[in-house]
Nanobody, 122 residues
């Protein structure tokens, strides 16, 4: 099995930058698509960004495109989410998920981390 652990969240100010990490253990994420979801207060989880194993393809929701960058270091079995120009609307619990299929729906993913809270104060 795969275990995922997110880290890097915390309380930040609007305009700040934060890098989240998703470290996988158990086995390498070879061939997996990794996606960051987020769940704002009172809302459902929403797709945020995805990256393929080779890093050749990335996807972003419109509201974060140009501000967030997803990347991975396969040698460390870790996926990152660099978040710049943070807004209060980015406040959410951020979850890392991996799956063989990949997509924008939660059911497409096999493994999930516990999440890390990002709170952006304005």
């Amino acid at each position: 099995q795969v275990q995922l652990e997110e880290s890097g969240g915390g309380l930040v100010q609007a305009g700040d930058s934060v890098r989240l990490s998703c470290a996988a253990s158990g086995r390498p994420l070879v061939g997996y698509i990794t996606t960051w979801f987020r769940q704002p207060p009172g809302k459902e989880r929403e797709f945020t960004a995805s990256i393929t194993w080779g890093g050749d393809s990335t996807y972003y929701r419109d509201s974060v495109r140009g501000r967030f960058t997803i990347s991975r270091d396969n040698a460390k079995n870790t996926v990152y989410l660099q978040m710049n120009s943070l807004k209060s609307e980015d406040t959410a619990v951020y979850y890392c998920a991996v799956g063989r299929v990949g997509g924008r729906a939660e059911w497409e993913y096999d493994y999930w981390g516990q999440g890390t809270q990002v709170t952006v104060s304005s």
